[in-house]
């Protein structure tokens, strides 16, 4: 039997979420076969779902600008509407004639729901309404271990599936399309007038120095990343002072390139990284459509703790040290160096990332949820999967989750990963004239090496808020008292 291509005659909505790019986007090219195509970004206001951080808004308001540019020079204009897309892809539909409407399915929990269900109401009004893969290599609910169950071990999960990613060759962008004949006619709002960029005060002068947002500058970055600085990630990626990895996370969080895009290009080159660094980089990778994978079989990920044991842990309730945590105002230097660079550049290094979060989980029995919150509205790759499930492994609460009895200290983790101080130097320039010896621990310096640093503790940099011996055994204590309850 044929198929019935006899709607490819009138206009086609293509509704552009979490994919904000042209190429790889399987959506766009769905739609491109159509008479006409009209691209749509929708501004959700209410609902279920979490607003995107300050951080993720800002990266918006500059990928959205850059997808425009793209699809003006394809021949058709971005309209921006903000409400519900329950209401407004139908009336859009309606109001332009469009019978097809496709989306690159997003996983989030959150908008499952609402997307099945707009999903079946536009078929029931006899539209087409299409979703098609791509931000992942995977789709998350196909995977499952021999028992059927989902995975819960990261290891055994890529075993199963690393065999079945090289397989899909990433799509071209269409060449052009045909705007919708009355394109003027149809009402969009201007990007500016979303208030997403912060003004007063302006706190993006160093995200503006990081990031080139939109799919150009993920290109970018893949390219230098794969020709110039792949060499040497097995080994480097783990030190923060150094600009070993890749830094394309928060351009996979807001769809500009596709983890299929990396692979391909990881296959194509020719630099002669060792095969250990692809292979390391690759797994990354896999991280990610592993925390997806937790988050879509457990869709309560970002508010409960995965380990039920962990509903009765004593939490303290301090937002002094809380304060001093998300302020870099601990006195533990690699900690602060790791807060003040998420607050400077909308980035941390993983391996910082790791320590800041046992710091709040452990030394200060601070909520995994308060720091998983902050790092939501400070992150520009803030992503639902992995922040919730990162927060909930280093917490001990996660799934395959560090045992909670594994409490990093600061000043050796410190001295290991950033052996001369350059990442806490350039993050926390009072302490830039410390010693390498006493960097991560200048509480521990004579006066005369503190004096000769220009530092005065307690004034120019503060105390440690918390000792480490005294933190470290309150936190196995508290952890003995849910294991005795269980
Ligand atoms: P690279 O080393 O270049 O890795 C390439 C890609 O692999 C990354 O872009 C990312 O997509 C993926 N990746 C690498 N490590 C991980 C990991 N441990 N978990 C999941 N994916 C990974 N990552 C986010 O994208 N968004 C978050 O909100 C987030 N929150 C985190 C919170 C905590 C407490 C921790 C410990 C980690 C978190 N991560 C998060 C994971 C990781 O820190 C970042 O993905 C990584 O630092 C991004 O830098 P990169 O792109 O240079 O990584």
Redesign the pocket.
Known sequence: MERDTSHLQDPAIVWFRNDLRIHDNEALVAAAQHSSVIPVHIRQTGGAARPLGAAREWWLHHSLSSLGRSLDSLGTPLILLSGDPADLVPELAKATGATAVYWNRRYDPAFQTADSELKAELQAKNLVAESFAGQLLHEPTRLRTGSGTSYKVYSPFWRALEPDVENRPPLDAPVSLTPYGNISGLSTESLDSWNLLPTKPDWSGGLVDAWTPGETGAHERLSDFIEDRMQGYDDR?DIPGVDA?????PH??SGEITPAQIFEALKNTDNDAAPADRTK?RK??G??EF?WHLLVNNPALVEKNHNTKFDSFPWLADSKTLNSWQKGLTGYPVVDAGMRQLWQTGWM??RV??IV?SFLTKHLLIDWRKGEDW?WDT?V???PA??AA??QW?AGSGADAAPYFRIFNPVLQGEKFDTNGDYVRSFVPELAQMPKKFIHKPWAAPQQVLDAAGVRLGDTYPHPIIDHQLARNRALAAYQQIKEAA
Do not use: K
Not at 245 to 249: E, I, K, N, P, V
């Open positions: 990626r990895t890749s830094g394309l996370s996979l969080a980089f990354e990778i991280w990610r925390a290094h993983n990332r790791m979060a790092f992150l790759d803030a992503d992995s922040n990162s927060w280093v």
